[in-house]
């Protein structure tokens, strides 16, 4: 009853460098979230999947790019990383979306650090 | 501007007393909130949602109230535990309908 996995747990990046962080639920969920969390600010929507083979942008978008790879599975792209994206970034997903008032299933995070 | 608050960023209470923390907010109006916590490394868990037309919601020891005139939620925790010591979310959904606004959190320290 794995729930919500996501890979790694941490890493650290070098400014400029690359990543994907890879997500996957084995609830059968339509919808999937990526947020960060940073000190004294709570979770931040970065990207959500409302059902397989769609993406939007959420809140703080600007560095990120995101693919549904099939209703499992949704990965988050650091294309080229800089300091102020060192966070924790946690998946999350739901049977449907927020507006049909579902609760959110949450991963445990990736602690990522960008020197 | 919008705005979610929580009270204060940390709680301390001693046990099997209630604790009540309090979430704010500003130019929302939500036809839901939820409460989550969340514990140190991991991710937030899900405990209640209160709908716009409900003034109260309990489950076993938690309450929940949702005031739309005051623009406030209450989260109690009665004869609280050590292990109730956690970080508190809530999250409202946004004036759009489609996601999850998650305020702060307030980190909760119940005290044997």
């Known amino acids: 009853n794995a729930g919500v996995t996501q890979t790694p747990k941490f890493q650290v990046l070098k400014t400029g460098q690359s990543m994907t962080l890879q997500c996957a639920q084995d609830?059968?969920?339509?919808?999937m979230y990526w947020y960060r969390q940073d000190p004294g600010m709570g979770l931040r929507l970065i990207y959500y999947s409302a059902s397989e083979g769609t993406t939007d942008k959420g809140e703080v978008p600007n560095g990120y790019n995101v693919s549904r790879l099939n209703k499992r599975e949704f990965s988050l792209r650091l294309e080229s990383a800089a300091p102020s994206q060192t966070s924790v970034y946690f998946c999350?997903?739901?049977?449907?979306?927020?507006?049909?008032?579902?609760?959110?299933?949450f991963g445990d995070g990736t602690r990522l650090s960008i020197l | 501007s919008q705005k979610i608050e929580q009270n204060s960023e940390a709680l301390n209470i001693q046990e099997g007393k209630t604790a009540t923390l309090t979430c704010n907010y500003t130019?929302?109006?939500?036809?839901?909130l939820q409460w989550y916590r969340q514990d140190p490394g991991r991710g937030p868990v899900f405990l209640l949602l209160?709908?716009?037309?409900?003034k109260e919601k309990r489950k076993e020891r938690l309450k929940v109230t949702f005031d739309t005139t005051l623009k406030q939620s209450l989260f109690h925790i009665t004869a609280s535990q050590p292990a109730d010591s956690a970080t508190y979310l809530c999250?409202?959904?946004?004036?759009?309908?489609?996601?999850?606004?998650f305020g702060p959190g307030t980190r909760l320290s119940v005290l044997p």
């Open positions: 609830m059968n969920h339509n919808s």
């Open positions: 999350a997903s739901s049977l449907e979306g927020a507006g049909i008032n579902q609760p959110q299933h």
């Open positions: 209160i709908r716009e037309n409900e």
């Open positions: 130019n929302y109006s939500p036809a839901y």
């Open positions: 999250a409202l959904l946004d004036n759009y309908g489609q996601n999850f606004v």
